[in-house]
Protein backbone atom coordinates (compact mmCIF):
# COMPACT_ATOMS: atom_id res chain seq x y z
CA UNK A 1 0.00 0.00 0.00
CA UNK A 2 1.28 3.42 -0.85
CA UNK A 3 1.35 5.70 1.26
CA UNK A 4 0.55 9.66 0.92
CA UNK A 5 -1.20 9.19 -2.37
CA UNK A 6 -4.97 9.83 -3.45
CA UNK A 7 -6.69 6.65 -5.12
CA UNK A 8 -9.72 6.36 -7.32
CA UNK A 9 -12.04 5.26 -5.61
CA UNK A 10 -11.44 6.94 -2.32
CA UNK A 11 -9.35 6.61 0.39
CA UNK A 12 -5.88 5.56 0.62
CA UNK A 13 -5.51 2.18 -0.10
CA UNK A 14 -7.34 0.61 -2.90
CA UNK A 15 -8.39 1.58 -6.87
CA UNK A 16 -6.31 3.89 -9.31
CA UNK A 17 -3.33 6.17 -8.25
CA UNK A 18 -4.50 9.35 -9.07
CA UNK A 19 -2.70 12.54 -7.24
CA UNK A 20 -0.26 13.31 -4.57
CA UNK A 21 -1.50 13.71 -1.35
CA UNK A 22 1.90 14.46 0.58
CA UNK A 23 3.68 18.01 -0.68
CA UNK A 24 7.05 18.10 -2.90
CA UNK A 25 10.38 18.04 -1.16
CA UNK A 26 11.01 21.42 0.74
CA UNK A 27 14.26 23.04 -1.30
CA UNK A 28 17.69 23.72 0.28
CA UNK A 29 18.53 26.16 -1.97
CA UNK A 30 19.94 29.31 -0.06
CA UNK A 31 16.90 31.97 -1.03
CA UNK A 32 20.11 34.34 -2.33
CA UNK A 33 21.26 31.52 -4.61
CA UNK A 34 17.18 31.52 -6.33
CA UNK A 35 15.30 33.38 -8.69
CA UNK A 36 11.62 31.86 -7.76
CA UNK A 37 8.69 31.68 -10.41
CA UNK A 38 6.72 28.89 -8.45
CA UNK A 39 7.63 27.75 -4.59
CA UNK A 40 6.05 28.30 -1.41
CA UNK A 41 9.45 28.38 0.30
CA UNK A 42 10.51 31.44 -1.29
CA UNK A 43 9.31 35.06 -2.61
CA UNK A 44 8.61 34.41 -6.14
CA UNK A 45 8.91 36.73 -9.08
CA UNK A 46 5.38 39.34 -9.31
CA UNK A 47 3.26 39.29 -11.95
CA UNK A 48 3.32 35.69 -13.05
CA UNK A 49 0.41 34.84 -15.20
CA UNK A 50 0.30 31.09 -15.04
CA UNK A 51 -2.28 30.53 -17.20
CA UNK A 52 -2.27 32.59 -19.63
CA UNK A 53 -5.01 31.06 -21.96
CA UNK A 54 -2.31 30.27 -25.13
CA UNK A 55 -5.08 28.16 -26.47
CA UNK A 56 -4.30 25.00 -24.40
CA UNK A 57 -6.60 22.20 -23.56
CA UNK A 58 -4.85 21.28 -20.69
CA UNK A 59 -7.01 22.03 -17.33
CA UNK A 60 -5.05 24.79 -15.10
CA UNK A 61 -5.30 24.25 -11.13
CA UNK A 62 -3.61 24.53 -8.18
CA UNK A 63 -4.40 22.10 -5.55
CA UNK A 64 -3.15 22.21 -1.64
CA UNK A 65 -0.60 19.72 -0.53
CA UNK A 66 -0.55 18.96 3.34
CA UNK A 67 -0.69 23.10 3.53
CA UNK A 68 1.64 23.38 0.45
CA UNK A 69 0.22 24.77 -3.22
CA UNK A 70 1.00 22.92 -6.31
CA UNK A 71 0.18 23.57 -10.11
CA UNK A 72 -2.09 20.56 -11.76
CA UNK A 73 -1.90 20.48 -15.34
CA UNK A 74 -5.02 18.02 -15.72
CA UNK A 75 -4.96 16.54 -19.46
CA UNK A 76 -1.88 18.16 -20.44
CA UNK A 77 -1.51 18.90 -23.88
CA UNK A 78 1.06 22.11 -23.76
CA UNK A 79 0.85 24.96 -20.95
CA UNK A 80 2.38 28.26 -20.98
CA UNK A 81 3.72 30.38 -18.00
CA UNK A 82 4.08 34.18 -18.70
CA UNK A 83 6.29 36.09 -16.46
CA UNK A 84 6.30 39.43 -16.14
CA UNK A 85 8.80 41.02 -18.01
CA UNK A 86 12.07 39.81 -19.48
CA UNK A 87 14.07 37.84 -16.47
CA UNK A 88 17.94 38.42 -16.71
CA UNK A 89 18.90 34.48 -15.65
CA UNK A 90 22.07 34.31 -16.96
CA UNK A 91 23.98 34.48 -13.05
CA UNK A 92 22.30 31.18 -12.01
CA UNK A 93 23.85 27.55 -13.66
CA UNK A 94 20.09 25.42 -13.14
CA UNK A 95 16.50 25.57 -13.22
CA UNK A 96 14.56 23.59 -10.45
CA UNK A 97 11.40 21.90 -11.06
CA UNK A 98 9.75 19.10 -8.72
CA UNK A 99 6.96 16.97 -10.36
CA UNK A 100 4.63 14.23 -9.76
CA UNK A 101 2.21 11.90 -12.48
CA UNK A 102 0.54 9.06 -12.27
CA UNK A 103 -0.51 8.21 -15.80
CA UNK A 104 1.84 10.38 -17.96
CA UNK A 105 4.46 9.25 -20.28
CA UNK A 106 5.82 12.65 -22.03
CA UNK A 107 7.12 16.04 -20.21
CA UNK A 108 8.98 18.62 -21.37
CA UNK A 109 10.09 21.80 -20.43
CA UNK A 110 10.59 24.85 -22.85
CA UNK A 111 12.57 28.28 -21.87
CA UNK A 112 11.48 31.18 -24.13
CA UNK A 113 13.18 34.28 -24.89
CA UNK A 114 11.95 37.38 -26.99
CA UNK A 115 12.22 36.03 -30.82
CA UNK A 116 10.63 34.32 -29.68
CA UNK A 117 13.73 32.11 -29.33
CA UNK A 118 12.76 28.61 -27.45
CA UNK A 119 14.90 25.28 -26.37
CA UNK A 120 13.04 22.41 -24.64
CA UNK A 121 14.60 19.45 -22.09
CA UNK A 122 12.70 16.25 -21.84
CA UNK A 123 12.08 14.76 -18.77
CA UNK A 124 12.02 10.93 -17.50
CA UNK A 125 8.34 10.81 -16.15
CA UNK A 126 8.25 7.79 -13.31
CA UNK A 127 4.82 7.25 -11.76
CA UNK A 128 5.66 7.12 -8.18
CA UNK A 129 6.61 9.55 -5.74
CA UNK A 130 7.99 13.32 -6.49
CA UNK A 131 10.29 13.67 -9.20
CA UNK A 132 12.93 16.49 -8.41
CA UNK A 133 15.62 17.62 -11.10
CA UNK A 134 18.04 20.18 -11.56
CA UNK A 135 18.53 20.88 -15.17
CA UNK A 136 21.47 22.87 -16.22
CA UNK A 137 20.71 26.29 -17.86
CA UNK A 138 23.55 25.38 -20.94
CA UNK A 139 20.84 22.74 -22.04
CA UNK A 140 18.32 25.76 -23.41
CA UNK A 141 20.95 26.42 -26.32
CA UNK A 142 19.48 29.44 -28.27
CA UNK A 143 17.57 30.84 -25.26
CA UNK A 144 18.79 34.46 -24.16
CA UNK A 145 19.00 33.94 -20.57
CA UNK A 146 19.32 37.36 -19.73
CA UNK A 147 15.48 37.70 -21.35
CA UNK A 148 13.43 34.67 -20.10
CA UNK A 149 9.74 35.66 -20.09
CA UNK A 150 7.98 32.23 -20.85
CA UNK A 151 7.77 28.99 -19.72
CA UNK A 152 6.17 25.81 -21.74
CA UNK A 153 5.31 22.51 -20.60
CA UNK A 154 4.04 19.85 -23.09
CA UNK A 155 3.32 16.25 -22.83
CA UNK A 156 0.46 14.30 -21.77
CA UNK A 157 -1.21 12.73 -18.55
CA UNK A 158 -2.03 14.91 -15.76
CA UNK A 159 1.25 16.90 -13.72
CA UNK A 160 1.53 18.20 -10.93
CA UNK A 161 4.65 20.76 -10.67
CA UNK A 162 5.89 22.92 -7.80
CA UNK A 163 9.37 24.69 -6.78
CA UNK A 164 9.82 26.13 -10.21
CA UNK A 165 13.21 28.19 -9.98
CA UNK A 166 16.23 29.04 -10.97
CA UNK A 167 19.39 28.52 -9.09
CA UNK A 168 23.31 28.63 -8.18
CA UNK A 169 24.02 24.69 -7.86
CA UNK A 170 24.90 22.98 -4.54
Request: hydrophobic residues 40%; aromatic residues 12%; charged residues 10%.
Amino acid sequence: VFQGFNYLGGGTGSGELIAPVAAAPVPVHAASDVIAVYSNSYTVLDGTDFNPGWGQSTAYSTVDLEGNEAIKLGALNYQGIALAGNNDVSGMTYLHLDYWTANSSALNVFLISPGPLEAGKALDVPTQGWNSIDIPLSEFTGVNLTEVFQFKFDGNGDIFIDNIYFHNGG
